[in-house]
């Protein structure tokens, strides 16, 4: 009995210590992650600051003065411009090193090697959209600039610095959890950031569901339903503006410009509602006499935070602002004399292309009346756990081929092979980072300019004001010169015809400078009026925030920062405005019972703001999505078939002017409806959801609880995000907040001769859970409140914000 019993705990604890060293799942192997030296333990960071250090770095040329205030936001004062980018990556890599590494996995289409195959189909993807294709031509783009190659391999070299340091104690906890080491950094991986930029900004297309719905309803209903205009408009260069270009020749489409597309390939959606802000307003509208700029980008808002801030000193330039995590310059800031932000303008520069091969074995393709040749590109997708897979791409002259029906040719299913490619700006060689670089050092209006001659992808609505009293927009990028509509559907790709025809001369991107309203602004809507020679997309996102925000600044006199961030904490709603009126003419009274009677009195007195404590808004919201699904759904849900819902601006439109259309009718019920009908059964179907989820009406319908709110973890995971919480907004208000998304930076400053800037970003600077620093900004921003930013002179000036100070030497 007892050598049973001695064999028995002997073979326990094999077990034991074989399952504390494996990883089961997503479980990382316990051992590690709970062992006091090295697991997740040695992640919590002690509130207390070491107020003075030193360090050696062995890449360095000279010395370098970091001081860190109250948030940990570094200030660094290097001595050239190799020690500034050099040390910024090394604090970087330091704060938000797991973030940096996933976000290139992602872009590389990587992710399955730490993750097993659940991320398989994201990592084709994005090696089959050409990412790594698009990284590798911007990273020659830089390095054939002898000023940005010097840029990025000191920042990469800085990032290397702080790896080479770590040992698996110091690991990030992520690392920890996923079970795996830091590589080392390269060059291609701060590309890799633009790509992934470019896809979350102009990623995205509606092309495979425009051209169903133009196969099932013909030219006429689509012209009509998804106009290329919309009905309601207020663009962000004025209407009336004078072009004082003379425009080149705009190409002429083909007869036909339509192609039929697979079923097998699938959209990356654009979603209406999500965009970002800007605007600046001249001094002739101040307190001060001088300019104020205002920015909120909205991305997908995640601990850490997308947005790093931070202060970079040397010879020629101090600058303050924030920068994305991976990659040089502050992106969005100021300086003593000038400040810039943006926005996404939208641009269509992303086309697909249907390509037919000659025959199952996809060596040539159909191009200009001849057989062309594929290229071919082997990739190799390593997957944890799993045995690689090996991926075939081909490419074509349009670019790669993300989608083809080779599984149905080759069991001969289909007669001809045919196949998808993908034509986007984000292929072609580039060099972004060298309009920040310029930007960071601008003194006026006229290096902005120069500065966004660099910029490809994605386009932006570039704001500028400066301490000259000039305040400019220019929605700016390497716009394609293409035919009207060039790109609403799928093209055929054997066309010539249906190529890129060139590119918008950068001096004739839509610009305006010092306007007579005395501001500039923008909000995603329209980049221009339609008497723009040139065409730039179909489709924007909607008018309603810009326009509230042009109205505000054009009531505006004297105003002042605290003006400012009380604008973009607005969340009146012109949408409500608009519509709501109509709503309620057609709104029978004598057919709601009692609940419903309730819901409709709130909703009359509602002052069409979305604030959180809003059961009104929560009634509006609720009853207008249930209008749209209501209006679109019989005719545009396909289980089959992907089809693109007419735009809100539409449905506004039919609501207001065509209440008798036949796209109130619902097919699926004998009697003919119109707007009322549709009306009636909308509102009683939102107020009966809003009783089933939050109970009787009362304090459980306001707005911020029936939108609870959460800024999650980057990775999702549990227990690492804020939490749910109350918070006011909507996609169509100017404080968008809607799923998952907002404002990933609120920033407003105040130009003059002593300029002061004021931001807030929401969570903190270190991409440590452990850390205090990880989200102590977070209850500021929910507040709407900003910080004034600490903007110091020199390494020696005194603050009593500096908590820390940080000497690096070789």
């Avoid at 031509?137 to 600039?145: F, P």
Wanted: with cysteine; charged share 20%; aromatic share 12%.
């Amino acid at each position: 009995m007892k050598v049973f019993k001695a064999i028995f705990s002997i073979v326990i604890t094999g077990v034991l210590i074989w399952a504390l060293q494996t990883k089961f799942g997503d479980i990382p192997p316990l051992g590690g992650f709970l062992n006091p030296s090295t697991g997740f333990w040695q992640n919590a960071e002690s509130k207390n600051i070491i107020h003075a250090e030193t360090l050696s770095l062995k890449g360095l040329r000279g010395k370098v003065t970091v001081k860190f205030d109250e948030n940990m936001v570094p200030h660094i004062f290097a001595q050239n411009d190799h020690d500034l980018y050099y040390v910024q990556g090394y604090l970087t890599a330091k704060a938000r090193l797991w973030q940096m590494d996933i976000q290139t996995r992602s872009a590389a289409g990587r992710l399955s090697e730490v993750v097993g195959p659940k991320a398989l189909e994201l990592d084709r993807y994005h090696r089959r959209m050409g990412m790594t294709y698009g990284a590798e031509h911007t990273l020659q783009g830089i390095m054939k600039d002898l000023v940005m190659s010097q840029v990025i391999t000191a920042y990469s070299d800085g990032v290397n610095a702080y790896i080479k340091q770590l040992k698996p104690g110091g690991y990030p906890i992520e690392f920890k959890l996923l079970n795996y080491a830091p590589e080392e950094w390269k060059p291609i991986n701060s590309a890799y950031l633009l790509k992934l930029m470019s896809e979350t900004l102009a990623g995205g297309s509606n092309e495979l569901a425009m051209t169903n719905v133009l196969d099932k309803f013909g030219a006429k209903i689509t012209n009509d339903l998804f106009p290329d205009y919309p009905t309601h408009e207020d663009p962000i260069i004025p209407v009336g503006t004078k072009w004082d270009f003379k425009p080149l020749p705009v190409p002429q489409p083909p007869a036909a410009f339509k192609a039929q597309m697979l079923a097998s390939m699938k959209d990356k959606e654009k979603i209406e509602g999500i965009g970002s802000n800007n605007w600046a307003v001249s001094g002739s509208k101040t307190a001060s006499g001088y300019p104020i700029l205002a920015n909120d980008p909205h991305l997908n808002l995640t601990l850490p935070s997308i947005w790093y801030q931070m202060q970079m000193t040397a010879p020629g330039v101090n600058v303050y602002g924030v920068t994305l995590p991976g990659a040089p310059c502050v992106v969005i800031g100021y300086n003593q004399k000038v400040s810039w932000g943006v926005t996404n303008v939208d641009a269509d520069i992303l086309d697909w292309y249907q390509v037919k091969f000659k025959d199952a074995g996809r060596n040539e393709y159909w191009y200009n009346n001849k057989w062309n040749k594929v290229e071919r590109k082997i990739d190799t997708i390593k997957i944890l756990g799993q045995s690689p897979l090996i991926d075939t791409v081909l490419y074509t002259h349009h670019g790669p081929v993300v989608y083809d029906n080779a599984a149905m040719a080759k069991k001969g299913r289909v007669n001809v092979p045919v196949g998808n490619a993908l034509r986007w700006i984000a292929h072609d060689e580039s060099d972004e980072f060298k309009t920040f670089y310029l930007l960071n050092r601008a003194s006026n209006y006229a290096d902005y300019r120069k500065a966004l001659i660099y910029y490809t992808a994605p386009a932006q609505n570039f704001i500028f004001a400066s301490a000259d009293n000039d305040i400019a927009i220019t929605p700016n990028g390497k716009l394609p010169l293409k035919y009207k509509d060039q790109g609403k559907f799928i093209m055929d790709g054997s066309n010539p015809a249906n190529d890129w025809q060139g590119w918008i001369p950068y001096e004739q991107n839509p610009t305006m400078k010092n306007p007579p309203r005395g501001f500039v602004s923008s909000a995603n809507q329209s980049s221009t009026d339609q008497t723009y020679p040139y065409y730039i997309n179909w489709k924007f996102e909607g008018y309603e925030r810009g326009k509230r925000i042009n109205d505000r600044l054009g009531a505006m006199s004297k105003a002042t920062v605290d003006s400012m961030r009380m604008l973009q904490m607005d969340d009146y709603s012109i949408r409500a405005q608009d519509i709501l009126p109509t709503m309620l003419k057609y709104l029978d009274a004598s057919k709601l019972d009692e609940t419903q009677l309730a819901a409709l009195d709130t909703l009359k007195k509602w002052d069409k703001y979305y604030k959180a404590n809003s059961v009104g808004a929560s009634i509006f919201n609720s009853w207008w999505v249930k209008f749209y699904n209501f209006t679109w759904r019989d005719n545009f849900e396909d289980k089959k078939k992907l089809l693109y819902f007419p735009t809100m601006d539409r449905t506004k439109t039919l609501l207001t002017k065509e209440p008798n259309s036949i796209w109130f009718d619902n097919k699926r019920t004998p009697v003919t409806e119109t707007a009322p009908d549709v009306i009636m059964a909308s509102f009683t179907a939102a107020v009966n959801e809003l009783v089933k989820e939050h109970g009787n009406i009362g304090k459980t319908w306001q707005w911020g609880n029936v939108n609870q709110f959460e800024v999650a973890h980057l990775g999702r995971v549990p227990g690492l995000g804020s939490g749910n919480f109350a918070s006011g907004g909507s996609g169509s208000t100017v404080n968008a907040l809607i799923d998952g998304h907002g404002p990933s930076w609120r920033m407003v400053v105040q130009l003059g001769p002593q300029v002061k800037g004021y931001g807030i970003i929401p969570g903190g600077q270190s991409g440590n859970p452990g850390s205090f620093f990880y989200d102590d900004m977070l209850k500021t921003w929910q507040a709407g409140k900003l910080k004034e930013l600490l903007f110091l002179q020199s390494a020696n000036e005194n603050s009593n914000r500096i908590k820390r100070t940080l000497t690096l030497s070789k």
